[in-house]
């Protein structure tokens, strides 16, 4: 039998992503979200254009950057949108890698004074970070250079912004500011059947009539459909190399800590396999994304942002697949 096709594109697909960011007819969503995101550190923004998202580096060793969205408001400040779907090991040094190319791209020849235009990184993710995790109430990092000491900005033109969808959990009768709408249609979009009563304004309707799969050309039902099976082949094989690193481990922890004969060495026996077995399934789960975005004519450049590996670990992955 076939899966049930939702009403809504899915956000967290490349493909959905794009569509209600990343195309003309969808930039006044875009502005719109940026404007309840920043409207209190960044003052309205009146328009937006999208650039170039593929960058490279100054030398051919540098690493090519590919944004899921790029774009400028009409005082030259930078956006960076990113639509994050698995965990990754070093997504934070990766944000930051990505912030350095809108910086470099500012830099002017013979008497340029180093004065430079802010620059934001939007991250919207489909996961919590780990060291966070216990912070169940708190969905929204806003990040700026300050000071350790009196906690005051103190370099205000960068900016990195993690939104963890996850840990957002209101309801939609709870829902009391825009932003929270925002939120909201972000994580339940491809779970609803119709426009709630509560988002009947014109900003969500033109986001729902954009997101309608039914209004889809048959060459973008393909593209959703492709798109929507590797993110959910990557959801599964994250949620396999998961419980399978947990089980591993706690046998591993058992049969060592049994090999001692201590409770000590049983306690210790059972950590320490626990561990190994959690790094076993991370090697497994990394290897399996790699394997199914091949299989689905990912290029390189898109596995190494998917697992935070670099080129040549990936390479080297796919020689033995």
Request: charged content about 35%; hydrophobic content about 35%; proline content about 2%.
């Amino acid at each position: 039998m076939m899966e049930p096709r939702e009403k809504y594109v899915n956000i967290f697909t490349d493909f959905g992503f794009k569509k209600l960011f990343g195309e003309k007819p969808s930039k006044p969503l875009l502005l719109d979200f940026l404007n309840e995101l920043l409207i209190e550190q960044e003052g309205p923004i009146k328009n937006i254009t999208y650039l170039n998202t593929e960058h490279l580096g100054s030398s051919a060793i540098d690493r090519r950057a590919i944004f899921d969205i790029y774009c400028e408001n009409e005082r030259g400040e930078k956006f960076i949108v990113e639509l994050q779907k698995a965990k990754q090991t070093y997504f934070k040094d990766r944000t930051l890698f990505y912030a350095t190319f809108p910086i470099q791209e500012q830099a002017k020849q013979n008497d340029w004074d180093f004065k430079l235009k802010a620059v934001y990184t939007v991250a919207i993710l489909d996961f919590v970070f780990e060291e966070d995790k216990a912070d169940i109430h708190k969905y929204r990092y806003d990040v700026k250079l300050t000071d350790i000491e009196t906690c005051k900005v103190f370099y205000d033109k960068l900016t990195f912004i993690y939104l963890e969808l996850p840990k957002f959990n209101k309801k939609i009768d709870e829902l009391s500011t825009n932003f929270e709408k925002w939120l909201f249609v972000l994580k339940n979009l491809h779970k609803l059947d119709k426009i709630p009563a509560q988002l009947k304004e014109e900003r969500f309707e033109k986001l729902f009539s954009i997101a309608e799969v039914a209004r889809f050309t048959r060459e973008e039902l393909k593209s959703y459909e492709d798109s929507k099976k590797f993110y959910r082949d990557i959801k599964n094989s994250m949620d396999t190399a998961f419980e399978e690193g947990k089980v591993e481990g706690k046998e591993e922890g058992k049969e060592e800590g049994l090999k001692q004969g201590e409770i000590k060495g049983l306690k210790k026996g059972r950590i320490e396999g626990m561990k190994e077995g959690r790094i076993e399934g991370k090697k497994a789960m990394i290897i399996e994304i790699i394997r199914k975005g091949v299989s689905n004519h990912m290029s390189v450049e898109t596995l190494t942002q998917l697992t935070g590996l670099t080129e040549k670990e990936v390479l080297n992955i796919i020689s033995t697949i």
